[in-house]
């Protein structure tokens, strides 16, 4: 399965923009980068996902580089619901059309107000 | 639409006895996937399922077993408990699996091994 690495943790304050980084080195040119969260006592809810072109939702943005390699999901005004642990996922679909999610550690951030 | 719901949602067992989870995905929804959460392993992928077929594993014992019924309800079974089995089981759901789609999970089941 192809890794991905993320910082164990991050900070932000109330109404200022978050960017959190995922390194992928190994990602494969048909992994997809998927961007979950998990907030306290919740299961894992999706926020975002792209190939190779930014993209934007309305909880978020995802930046990937041009070598795709890594990828940064930005928050533009955190708020304090969007305290949460973010996992980086690379979608891995195996053979017969399944697919699972592989969890790494997650960043978990923390929003002061 | 509801979302995906777990049944019992809090679970206490004892060593050596056997549990059994229940998941039910959205509406429409037809693949089933089960992970385990813990603080030292974090969340790991158990199996999934599809129109009532395991298509997919994850590295567990044979003591973690699954199914899927006809209207898509799922449950995992766990025998011969031990005190690491103590976990969160998550369930997830999404229509067809094998494209990208978004996976909606469940609250959990926080099971307790004593």
């Known amino acids: 399965d192809a890794k991905t690495t993320q910082p164990n943790s991050m900070e932000s304050n109330e109404e200022e923009p978050v960017h959190l980084p995922c390194n992928h080195s190994t990602i494969s040119g048909t992994d997809y980068i998927h961007w979950y969260r998990q907030l306290p006592s919740q299961g894992p809810e999706y926020v975002i996902h792209?190939?190779?072109s930014n993209v934007n939702n309305r909880m978020a943005s995802l930046a990937i580089a041009e070598d795709r390699k890594s990828s940064t999901l930005i928050l533009h005004r955190a708020t304090l619901r969007d305290a949460a642990v973010y996992y980086c996922?690379?979608?891995?679909?195996?053979?017969?059309?399944?697919?699972?999610?592989?969890f790494g550690k997650g960043t978990k951030l923390t929003v002061n107000p | 639409k509801a979302g995906v719901t777990q049944t019992p949602r809090y679970l206490i067992k004892t060593r050596g006895q056997q549990v059994t989870l229940s998941c039910s995905p959205i509406s429409g929804h037809r693949s089933v996937s089960w992970y385990q959460q813990t603080p030292g392993q974090g969340l790991q992928f158990l199996f999934e399922?599809?129109?009532?077929?395991?298509?997919n594993k994850g590295n567990f014992p044979g003591r973690f077993s699954g199914r899927q019924f006809s209207n898509s309800r799922s449950e995992m079974n766990v025998s011969t408990l031990e005190l690491g089995d103590s976990a969160l089981y998550l369930c997830?759901?999404?229509?067809?699996?094998?494209?990208?789609?978004?996976?909606?999970f469940g609250p959990g089941t926080r099971l307790l091994v004593l």
């Open positions: 792209g190939l190779t």
């Open positions: 399922y599809f129109s009532e077929t395991q298509r």
């Open positions: 996922i690379l979608r891995d679909v195996t053979q017969g059309g399944s697919e699972k999610l592989v």
């Open positions: 997830a759901s999404n229509s067809v699996g094998g494209n990208q789609e978004t996976q909606y």
